[in-house]
């Protein structure tokens, strides 16, 4: 796959970049590089390579997943200028 030209000017209209003539010309031979190398690495065969999270071996720290209230509503409305059975009181507002 490649870009051309006309490519990378809608795409940088797209995203609301300014690019002159001069700079996407560079950036199409840029852009063109990278898929080059996208490609190069969907040659490589990694049938029965584990997922990895570090280069390190290591064991992911977990907890268990345990749905909880918190209890931390008190901690929550503390310092709040004003609240009632640990809700925030706000004033009316009627317009």
């Avoid at 940088?12 to 080059?36: C, F, K, Y």
């Avoid at 280069?55 to 268990?64: D, L, S, W």
Wanted: glycine share 4%.
């Amino acid at each position: 796959m490649s870009v051309d030209l006309a490519t990378v000017k809608r795409v940088a209209r797209l995203a609301r970049i300014a690019v002159s003539d001069q700079e996407a010309e560079r950036m199409t031979s840029e852009i063109n590089g990278i898929l080059g190398f996208v490609e190069q690495l969907s040659e490589v065969n990694v049938d029965g390579v584990e997922p990895m999270t570090s280069v390190m071996p290591m064991t992911m720290k977990k907890r268990e997943d345990v749905a909880a209230d918190g209890d931390k509503a008190a901690d929550i409305v503390a310092n709040a200028p004003n609240s009632d059975r640990n809700f925030f009181v706000v004033p009316k507002v009627v317009e």
